[in-house]
Each structure stands twice: as C-alpha cells, then as structure tokens.
C-alpha cells in the first residue's frame, strides 16, 4: 500500500512539472506580434541633400535622412549645421519599426560651404555614428551654360515638360538622383552605357535620373557616374538589405539605389553581394547650443490642401517591404506661407488604433495658387500581417504653418497588410 501511495505522488509531481512547462512555452508566443530583436547602434543616412549640392540664399534645404537598426527605444534626432544643433526630433519612432525616415528644413543662409549632419540616440545613451553631407550657398544664381542644381530640396514644384530635359527638377537622394552633372565613370569610354540589356539577362530600368555609386551607400562619394530617367541596365546582385542594385556599367559596374528602379525579374532571385566596406565620414565636433524659438507669423489667408499621394510600390503594403510615399500640396489661400512646414504619417491598425509606423516628411513656404510634390518620404510596417490598417497623412499637423483652416489637411488610406514578415 505504501508504494502505491508513492507511486501516485510521483506521478502528480511529474504532471503538475509538464504543466508548469507547457504553460511556460504558450507564454512565449503571442500571435501577431513577432517582433526581431534589433542589438548594436542605430544607422542614419542623409538621402538629401546630395554632397556638394547648390543652393541659393534663403532657399529652404530639405533634409531627409533614414534610420536603420531603429526600433522602439530610438529617443531622439539631433540635425546640426556647421556644429549647432538646429533641430531635435522627440521620441521619433513610437511604432518601433526596424527603420524609418525623418525630414526638416533648414533655411539657407551664409554664403559659402556648410556641414549638415544627423545623429540617432537610443534612450540608454548610445548613438549611431553622425551622418555629414556638405553643401554649397551662393548669392546668386548660377549660369545658364552649368547644369542646374537644386535650390527646392524634395520640394521642387512641377514645371512643364520642355522636351528632352538633361535632370528630373524633383530629387530625392534617397533615390540618389543627382544634384549637378555627375563625373564621369573613372574607365569611362566615349560611349554612354547600352540603353537596354539584353532580354536574356535581368536588367532593372530607372524611373528618374540616378546616381552611380561605387558600393551600396550615398557615402561612396562623389557618383562615378549618372543613369538617365527610362534607362535600363543589366542586373547583376542586391545589397544585403536589398535596397541597392549592382548594376553592369561601362565596362565595370556600380551600385544605384533600387526604389527609383524597376527590376525584371523579383529581386529575391538576385545573388546577394554586400559590397565593398563602406566609408568611415568624419564626424563633426558637436555643440550644445539653445535653439532659439521661431517667431509666430501674423495671420494669414493662406489654405493648404492635401491633394494627390501616390505610394510605391502601389497598395496594399507588403509586410517588411519599404515604400516611397509622395504627396501634392497646395495652397489654395490667398496669400503665400512663409514657413517651413512638415507632413506626418502613421500607420495604425484598425481594429483598435494600435500605431504601427511613423514617417514625417517637410516641404517649405507655398505661394497662393500653388501646388509642390514632396517626394522621399518612407515607410516600413512590419506587425499585425493580414489585418486591415490605414494610413492616416497629414499636413501641417499642430498647425506650425499659419492657415484659415486644417479640416482638408488629412488623408486616411485603408488596406490589409500583406506577406509575411
């Protein structure tokens, strides 16, 4: 009778152990919500404005850099020119996407070289390594014989076309198009690269005028070369996060950036290459120096209006996939802004409002009767597969920009994201 009394007790033991143990594993999963573990610094990129790019005296620059290796516990932005702080972007990722973009505006002002340059900081501290572009300021505008260069930031206004035009007017580096005339490849021959590959092999064509790169980074600079808007080129590899193509060139190759493209063949199949080491910029001394508050504009009639938003690659998101988001706004006012203003977009999940990704974009002051695109805004949404989500865009958000009113300053776009993750 005792060891039957023991044998039962040992089996209770076991079996309230296993349940401990399952219960355990069912803690760990929580449908919907895989999320990867992201460890090391941030990564930033300066998509705009191009290294060396001209700009005229009191032109609005527009700033646009992407973040990488981001995640929830990013704190905050820092922009500097020449050293000082100009603006500090709070808590920047609530959804804590694996990467997202950040714009701001700075007025052009000074004549003569200036160091524009973008820091991510974790909440614990750490920081990613600045990003540092240099750009020009002139007083006036350059010759007619130069190539034009850009003096609108990603804000450039539509303009009608006059035929065979040698640049796009709208930019966005994170499309890597170029600012100037970009130098020639260093084993160039005479002869520009072939207009099409050959059927046989996957070719990609542009969509606008890019740069050529030495590897897959805007820190391989300056470009050893330029494509043309409609151009295609063998497709040769991808990078290792799949955002730049190596491409035949000449008689050598170069890597250009792969959202301005429109590939053959699903860029999966593509081998991938990481390329060569990517140039260590020097970063700039930092200052801690006080912004000092803008001053808030008189009243105004101006009224800005959120008009078209084309999303590339077109709707539904994919799950993991970047997309380019490009907006119209006008002022249908009837005097001019004359501010710098910004455009916010959030990704939430319907069914209860969860913010799943952020992006901002900024454009600068809008004449009455005017209408400006703002390009290079990007967007990643990575949780909730499968449900329906909304994109909610919109204008001017805060009111920072003196208007008669904001009931037309937002947009709200629903889909079901799709993929997997």
């Known amino acids: 009778m005792h060891n039957t009394r023991s044998g039962r007790s040992i089996t209770l033991l076991l079996m309230v152990l296993l349940a401990g143990v399952i219960s355990g594993c069912n803690l760990a999963s929580t449908p919907g919500q895989d999320t990867a573990i992201i460890s090391g610094p941030p990564t930033v990129q300066i998509a705009t404005p191009l290294a060396n790019a001209t700009y005229l005296t009191n032109v609005a620059v527009n700033i646009q850099a992407l973040i990488g290796n981001a995640g929830a516990d990013i704190d905050r932005i820092e922009i500097l020119v020449d050293g000082t702080i100009i603006e500090t972007l709070p808590t920047p990722n609530p959804g804590g996407a694996p990467s997202f973009s950040i714009a701001q505006s700075w007025q052009a002002a000074g004549e003569g070289q200036h160091t524009i340059s973008v820091t991510a900081f974790r909440a614990d501290g750490s920081s990613s390594a600045p990003a540092s572009v240099t750009i020009n300021v002139i007083t006036e505008q350059p010759s007619p014989t130069t190539a034009p260069t850009q003096t609108t930031g990603s804000t450039a206004q539509p303009t009608a076309s006059t035929g065979n035009t040698a640049r796009p007017t709208t ?251």
């Open 171 to 421: 930019r966005s580096d994170g499309g890597d198009t170029p600012a100037t005339d970009a130098p020639a490849p260093t084993n160039a021959e005479p002869a520009a690269p072939a207009a099409s590959a050959t059927p046989s092999a996957p070719y990609t064509t542009t969509t606008q005028g890019i740069n050529v790169r030495k590897g897959p980074n805007i820190l391989f600079d300056p470009p050893i070369g330029s494509l043309a808007a409609n151009q295609s080129v063998e497709l040769l590899a991808r990078s290792t996060d799949g955002q730049w193509f190596k491409v035949k060139y000449y008689n050598g190759s170069g890597w250009v950036f792969a959202a301005f493209t429109t590939p053959s063949v699903d860029p999966s199949t593509l081998t991938v290459d990481p390329g060569p080491p990517v140039p260590t910029p020097v970063p700039p001394t930092p200052t801690l120096v006080p912004v000092v508050p803008t001053a808030v504009p008189a009243a105004t009639t101006a009224n800005l209006v959120i008009g078209n938003v084309n999303i590339s690659p077109a709707m539904p998101i994919a799950c993991g996939k970047t997309v380019e988001i490009a907006i119209d706004v006008a002022n249908l006012g009837g005097q001019p802004t004359t501010t710098n203003g910004s455009i916010s977009i959030r990704d939430v999940r319907t069914s209860d409002g969860t913010e799943t990704a952020s992006t901002t974009g900024a454009f600068g002051p809008i004449n009455n009767g005017q209408t400006v695109n703002i390009r290079g805004i990007f967007l990643t949404v990575t949780t909730y597969v499968g449900e329906d989500h909304k994109l909610i865009i919109t204008v001017n958000p805060g009111g920072a920009v003196p208007e008669t009113g904001s009931g037309d300053n937002t947009r709200e776009i629903a889909y079901n994201l799709q993929g997997g993750c």
